[in-house]
Nanobody
């Protein structure tokens, strides 16, 4: 399974950004897809994920109300719409896929929130 993220970049505080992740390869009995992030000098942390079958969503408290995760089952893609960004949202954002045979990660896309 391969995951490729896109959409990262530099954005000013208060701005918005949309990340995408496309999954390909041996995808089977997918359980969920989601996003994690790692800020400089910190550990990787959960951001959001979406159940693949039902579409239930989960968010970390730090992004709830500002970020929205969505999926396209037909295309095997997941997106993260981020708004009201602040400097604490800066980091490398990683896409994660969980399916019946384990977890898979993308290489990450950098999001920098700065004026």
């Amino acid at each position: 399974v391969q995951l490729v993220e896109s959409g990262g970049g530099l954005v000013q505080p208060g701005g918005s950004l949309r990340l995408s992740c496309a999954a390909s390869g041996s995808i089977s009995r997918l359980i969920y897809m989601g996003w994690y992030r790692q800020a400089p000098g910190k550990e990787r942390e959960f951001v959001a994920h979406i159940d693949w079958n039902i579409g239930n969503t989960w968010y970390s408290e730090s992004v709830k109300g500002r970020f929205t995760v969505s999926r396209d089952n037909a295309k095997n893609t997941v997106e993260l719409q981020m708004s009201s960004l602040n400097p604490e949202d800066t980091g490398v954002y990683y896409c994660k896929l969980r399916q019946i045979d384990g977890d898979y990660w993308g290489k990450g896309t950098l999001v920098t929130v700065s004026s």
